[in-house]
Structures are given as C-alpha cells and as structure tokens.
C-alpha cells in the first residue's frame, strides 16, 4: 500500500492500528461483536477496514473510530495526550543508580514535578511547576492549600523522564521535609530569581521549599 493521504509521509500501520483499536475495546468493555454493531457492520468486515486502513474504507473506518470514542487521527496514529510508556521495554534493559550529582544535574533548573504529601485519610500525590535553589526544591502554593503544609512535615518530591521510542528514562526521588519561606527578603530573592509560574495559574503567594534528607535515583538504558 502506499503512503495515506490523510498522514502526510506516515504509513500506514495495520498491526499498530489493530492492536490500538483491541486495547481500547478493552479499556471500554466491548466484545468485537459490539464493538461491529455500534460501527454498523459485520465483525468481519470491520477486521477488513482495520486491516486495510482508511483507504478502503473510509466511512467504516470514521465509524469504527466513533463507536471506540477515537477521532479519526487517535485511531490512525494513537493519541498524543496519553501517559508515557505505551511501549515495551527495551531489548536488554538495564536499570542503573544515579549520583546525587547526575540527580541534581537531571532536575535542571526548574520543571515540574510530583510532591507526595501524607494528609487524611491518605496520602496524597500532586504536580506543581518547581525551581531548584541551592540544592533544595522550591515552589509555589496558595495559602492553606493541601501543597502548602505545615514546616516540618516529612515529603516526598519525584521528577521523571520517558523517551517512549526508546523506552529508556529516569527518575529522581527527593525525600524531606517542607517548609515554609516567610523570610521577605528570601521571598523577594526567590521571586527575582526563579519564575516559577504555576501552570494552573491563580495567585500562589506562598513559597514552599523541601529540604532533602535523601536524594536517589536510576535510569532505565540499554546495554
């Protein structure tokens, strides 16, 4: 088959369009009985259209994208918004441990990342947008906000990275305690000198730092 018109250079895959199309059968509950009727045609047929792609069929192929709740492009070429790791492991994958130095050096300046805090009934992970100050973790929170915990509470902060084409990656774990920056002069330093912008926007007026007590990490590569 030639190049799809509808994907620019792309080929069209049918083994991944078929296999995107049963996992998502199954992320929904359908039998491929259902999954036919609700694309107003035969089980057999419908295997025809995934098979064969859009050029054969392309109502039936917009029809089978619907039935699975799936725009036309999700179908042909997968989602763009779904988490990392789609994919398998890589052939020999190797799980290495990272210095604190190449932990630091991973955080970069500012990004964002996952702050475990323990509050009731149970503990709780959340996203904020961070800087990396003199080897601690700032960020911002709304005054009384869940991520704006008393000083002195013990947390755990964790950034990772996944290269799906590869399926390598690493992951950096801070453990520590939180703390709340009330000095004026450490706030108006902190706020020249990193702009952390929270992406949810919102006035967050409280600065936060987590001082480490432990900070570990690995990287998935290959050998």
Do not use: K
């Amino acid at each position: 088959m030639g190049e799809n018109a509808a994907t620019g250079d792309q080929r069209f895959d049918p083994a991944a369009v078929g296999r995107r199309a049963a996992q998502r059968r199954t992320q929904l509950g359908l039998s491929e009985g259902t999954l036919a009727t609700r694309a107003g045609m035969s089980p057999h047929y419908m295997r025809q259209v995934l098979g064969q792609g859009p050029d054969f069929d392309r109502g039936g192929f917009l029809r089978i994208a619907a039935a699975l709740g799936l725009t036309y492009h999700e179908l042909l070429e997968g989602r763009r918004d779904m988490p990392p790791g789609q994919t398998g492991p890589a052939p020999r994958p190797v799980l290495a441990r990272l210095s604190e130095g190449q932990c630091w050096d991973r955080l970069g300046t500012h990004g964002v990342g996952r702050i475990a805090l323990p509050v009731h009934p149970g503990p709780v992970v959340l996203p904020v947008n961070y800087a990396v100050d003199a080897h601690s973790i700032v960020y911002r929170a709304q005054p009384g906000a869940v991520t704006a915990p008393d000083t002195g509470t013990e947390v755990s902060f964790q950034v990772d990275w996944l290269d799906d084409r590869t399926s390598q990656g690493w992951t950096v774990l801070i453990t520590g305690t939180a703390e709340h920056v009330d000095d004026a002069d450490a706030v108006r330093r902190l706020a020249d000198r990193h702009a952390v912008e929270p992406w949810v926007g919102e006035n967050r007026t409280v600065w936060m730092r987590v001082r480490p007590h432990t900070v570990t990490g690995r990287r998935i590569t290959t050998m």
